[in-house]
């Protein structure tokens, strides 16, 4: 019988666990799922605020009692978290493909309708985010502002399947060629669709498409056939109507909202926004204004705005995240390596990655388990490995000036085997954050000491403190005796301060920084490093303090190109006088650009700017990020 030392712990059998489940699932993990789930699709329109929305209001409305799926086409990864930045809870994001339901492209590419032509049918993509779980999929311009009367059914699985209801628009607008297979009565639209676990619908799909097949050549961005072979279909499996007038339509064309028939019965739970995938929805924006649809004025902080990346058993074992306020304590450790080479062990999802890049830190970040970071993370300025830390760090040769360490198991082996590898990835001046540091005092962890016995053998060289709040708590450790760091650097920093965040260059070539925003947004500042050269003795008498020389700005979005030079008469407080060849900044300059608070969809901005020698290393204290 093996010893209480050498038995397995609870960490290396949730490990084991967890292994053994990647390598049997096909698929997305989250797909095999059983907890409820609502998912939207969303395709490349003008509809971005909505859906943002939709995902905000709903995640603050239901908290963690469901799941949440974004599916998507023809949208790339940074515009992805732009839109479900309001997240409070975390979000499945899809890239939907053809593959993801073969049966329905094959019929679609029969008649002659390429994938860029999918159009209305990509709600379709897959048939199921969730096959056993119970589901609800919606239009990305639908906003869910209360639960319906029969939520506690369907959050419990028992609730029949329903489609939303429109008896107030003209049929044969409704269905193309697919009229006369509705039921006039039912007038079902492939709105809004309630799915009870285990329910398929593909068949009758398909069954109607083999009796009646799309007329080619079948455009699915302007056709309505869609809508009445899903009518047809649903109608079939015995689908209960969502009556219009407790999800009306609230079209951008008409000066009123729709509840058909019975008018407003005050029983609204949600509301559709039609044609805001094509132009702006003036009832969007009057019923954000009143505080039915979920507003905020000011972008989230970079912890809060990912909280979408977070995970729970769904998205594997064991299945949590690092809680909110050690991602806060992390945050604030790592603002001080802005610009720093960071390496992040254990990427999950990609969480606190994403929190590490928006401060600005050049991340690393690696784990044995691909759980969606390389697609969440994918147009962001960090590196995404996935391998065992150990292996990986055995034939690694550069150094990071932090690196987080948040990994399953936490045992003396662990440490044994990990801590040696760790400690010469360090570059001088650096700090080598620890989670779980006191986790074995969590009972059913009690096996869990390697963190402390790595700090107790450390030695004189190192120097160390654990935060033990919060839970599990965190280890800093950082040599001992060791200079200061360099009071120069050689880089001003150029970043952009964007309704209160802070946003680094996406790209940078030269003095040429690129920056990717999502509109609208506010005024722009343009924030840097920043120097007095007659008090640095950079042999000018200049007494001005300068951050950066702007030779140019270029912002190219939806609908503008703009070309700013030095002499432009928009540069705001923080600009000094223009100098012909550029115009210098004081570290914290601003433009405003009316065009950009109604920008919709992504923005670059590139600045191409001259940098003084050096500049001083520290940087001001700056406020914990939010």
Not at 184 to 209: C, F, K, N, T, W
Not at 291 to 316: E, F, K, M, T
Request: hydrophobic letters at 40%; one cysteine or more; proline letters at 8%.
């Amino acid at each position: 019988m093996p010893s209480e030392q050498s038995a397995e712990t609870r960490a290396v059998q949730s490990a084991r666990d967890d292994d053994s489940e990647a390598q049997s699932i096909a698929g997305r993990r989250f797909s095999q799922g059983t907890r409820p789930v609502i998912r939207w699709v969303k395709g490349d329109g003008r509809d971005d605020p909505i859906t943002r929305a939709a995902i905000g209001q709903a995640t603050r409305l239901f908290g963690d009692k469901v799941d949440y799926c974004l599916c998507t086409n023809g949208i790339g990864a940074a515009r992805a978290r732009w839109i479900m930045e309001w997240a409070t809870q975390p979000v499945e994001w899809w890239p939907a493909a053809p593959q993801d339901n073969p049966a329905l492209a094959d019929a679609l590419t029969a008649a002659g309708c390429a994938p860029a032509r999918f159009g209305y049918w990509w709600k379709w993509f897959p048939e199921r985010v969730r096959p056993e779980a119970a589901e609800w999929v919606l239009d990305g311009d639908m906003v869910i502002v209360a639960p319906p009367p029969w939520f506690a059914e369907w959050l419990a699985g028992r609730d029949p399947l329903r489609l939303t209801q429109d008896d107030s628009w003209p049929m044969d607008q409704m269905y193309g060629h697919y009229t006369g297979l509705v039921d006039p009565q039912l007038r079902l639209y492939s709105g809004l669709a309630s799915l009870p676990p285990g329910l398929r619908y593909m068949g009758e799909v398909a069954d109607i498409l083999a009796a009646q097949p799309l007329v080619a050549p079948h455009d699915g961005v302007r056709d309505m056939c869609e809508q009445g072979v899903i009518a047809a279909a649903f109608q079939r499996l015995g689908a209960r109507p969502i009556p219009l007038h407790e999800f009306p339509f609230a079209r951008a064309f008409e000066p009123g909202l729709d509840f058909g028939k019975q008018g407003n019965t005050g029983r609204a739970w949600g509301f559709h926004f039609g044609n805001a995938f094509r132009r702006e929805n003036p009832h969007f924006t009057t019923l954000s204004a009143a505080g039915v649809v979920l507003r905020l004025d000011r972008r989230p902080g970079p912890i809060a705005r990912a909280a979408w990346l977070g995970a729970l058993a769904q998205w594997g074992l064991p299945g949590w995240s690092t809680p909110g306020n050690m991602a806060s304590l992390i945050a604030r450790h790592a603002q001080h390596f802005a610009g720093f080479p960071v390496l992040d062990l254990g990427t999950s999802r990609g969480r606190l990655t994403s929190i590490l890049a928006s401060l600005g830190c050049r991340v690393t970040t690696l784990d044995k388990h691909d759980r969606g970071a390389a697609q969440n993370l994918a147009e962001a300025q960090v590196t995404v490995v996935q391998a065992e830390a150990a292996a990986w760090l055995s034939t690694c040769t550069a150094t990071f000036a932090l690196i987080i360490v948040d990994l399953h198991g936490n045992s003396p082996a662990d440490w044994a085997r990990l801590g040696p590898l760790l400690l010469p990835r360090l570059a001088p001046g650096g700090l080598l954050l620890v989670s779980n540091a006191t986790l074995y005092r969590i009972p059913e962890w009690h096996a869990e000491t390697g963190v402390q016995g790595f700090l107790d053998g450390l030695g004189p060289d190192w120097t160390w403190v654990v935060h033990e709040t919060p839970a599990p708590g965190l280890a800093v450790i950082a040599r001992a005796h060791e200079g200061p760091r360099a009071d120069r650097r050689g880089d001003a920093d150029l970043r952009l301060l964007v309704d209160g965040d802070e946003m680094w260059p996406s790209s940078r070539t030269g003095q040429r920084h690129v920056f990717r925003l999502m509109g609208p947004t506010g005024p722009l500042r343009l924030r840097s490093r920043s120097e007095v050269p007659k008090q640095a003795g950079q042999g000018s008498g200049d007494s001005r303090r300068l951050g950066v020389g702007v030779r140019r700005i270029a912002v190219e979005g939806p609908g503008f190109n703009l070309a700013i030079l030095p002499g432009w008469q928009g540069f705001g407080p923080g600009f000094h006088s223009n100098e012909g060849a550029l115009c210098w900044t004081n570290g914290e300059a601003t433009i405003d650009l009316a065009m950009l608070a109604r920008a919709h969809g992504p923005v670059t901005v590139t600045i191409d700017a001259y940098e003084q020698r050096d500049y001083p290393a520290p940087w001001p204290d700056p406020e914990p990020p939010g």
